[in-house]
């Protein structure tokens, strides 16, 4: 049977790494969005609980129910902003700490708070170049009426940064922008509580932005394009076994659209796991812009001229996969080796991409 394989020595050296990176006292958000970035948010909980972490990021009422099941003291900072009552109820009964973007996430969030004959905690969140959730930096006097709401506890205060991983100017503009805000709290006399503006990205290649907390989710995987994250270690893979031995005769085709050929008589590992289960699919490639098509055409070019073709390991050794990878099914060109049916097959598969597969943490 086929399932995406968690290294947890891996990922325990990943928690180590990272945590040796911050001052002692800066906080770890471990951000567990995504069902865990796609390795399971519980067993990913219990590994960093077990490391210690006890500060949780999440997006799903789901996902922080997870956490609370799992530690009754975690703190849980909801990611995602709403303006459901229904939602917001359970989240505050639950004891998170929600996301407040708008004065309309104020209201709403008051309102339920007064209701159940509590205070919410929140933090405020600021946009500095997101484009998505937000404050703007120049709305100072409503984040200020956000603070002074009789039934919410403003305790923190974030952003998120849209270009850690590929532009410093722009990610310094944006911290500046954001430590505007805090200055322009402070001068007004108001707290502003834990400020945090790092994604794994800018925690890796900004030591100075760290601030009161960092917010780690990718890096905790070993997937930040980043020089500082290579010191981590990529934790998972897709394992499954070959599922038949399929003999092409010259000149015989396999796949749709007959991309391949087989120049001489070929014997395929016919492997049970395809771009359903998140083999061979990219991400990224959402963006029409003049330069980002033609970045993409280059990047295809100069993979062609290198010879770079997908990959499967199989008995330590790794094979070309050979036409278009299926729905479900995946060749894989083994002439001439012992390979036979049954053997383990591991393909490199990133596990916010995988579905259908059951996460074993081995």
Not at 268 to 287: C, Q, S, T, Y
Not at 299 to 321: C, D, F, M, W
Not at 340 to 360: H, S, Y
Request: charged share 20%; net charge positive; aromatic share 6%.
């Amino acid at each position: 049977m086929s399932a995406y394989v968690v290294e947890t020595t891996a990922l325990r050296e990943n928690i180590r790494t990272l945590r040796s990176m911050l001052a002692p006292q800066t906080v770890f958000w471990a951000v567990v969005k995504g069902d865990g970035y796609g390795l399971g948010a519980e067993p990913l909980c219990r590994v960093l609980l077990e490391e210690g972490i006890d500060h949780f990021a999440a997006a799903t009422l789901a996902e922080a129910q997870t956490v609370r099941a799992l530690s009754a003291g975690a703190e849980i900072l909801m990611l995602q902003p709403s303006c459901e009552p229904g939602l917001l109820e359970q989240l505050v009964q639950l004891g998170a700490v929600l996301t407040v973007s708008s004065m309309e996430d104020a209201a709403v969030l008051g309102a339920v708070a007064q209701s159940l004959g509590l205070t919410a905690r929140a933090h405020c969140k600021i946009d500095t170049g997101m484009g998505r959730y937000g404050f703007r930096p120049d709305e100072l006097q409503q984040i200020m009426a956000v603070y002074a709401a009789p039934d919410i506890a403003v305790c923190g205060l974030y952003t998120h940064f849209s270009c850690a991983f590929c532009s410093r100017k722009e990610t310094q503009r944006q911290f500046a922008a954001f430590e505007a805000v805090i200055a322009g709290l402070r001068g007004a006399g108001i707290d502003p509580g834990m400020c945090h503006c790092c994604n794994s990205s800018a925690a890796l290649a900004y030591p100075a932005m760290h601030l009161d907390a960092v917010r780690i989710g990718s890096a905790l995987l070993g997937r930040v394009n980043d020089a500082a994250g290579r010191q981590l270690r990529r934790i998972g893979w897709c394992e499954s076994s070959v599922e038949e031995l399929h003999w092409l005769a010259p000149g015989a085709s396999t796949g749709y659209g007959a991309g391949w050929r087989a120049k001489k008589k070929a014997c395929l590992a016919i492997v049970p796991v395809g771009n359903f289960h998140g083999f061979a699919v990219e991400k990224g490639r959402d963006l029409f812009r003049w330069r980002d098509c033609i970045r993409g055409a280059l990047s295809l070019l100069l993979a062609g001229l290198r010879g770079k073709t997908l990959t499967a390991e199989i008995r330590s050794r790794r094979y070309p996969v050979r036409g278009h990878v299926g729905m479900l099914h995946t060749a894989v060109d083994v002439t001439g080796s012992d390979v036979r049916q049954g053997d383990l097959v591991r393909l490199e598969i990133n596990p916010l991409q995988q579905k259908g597969l059951p996460v074993e943490y081995r």
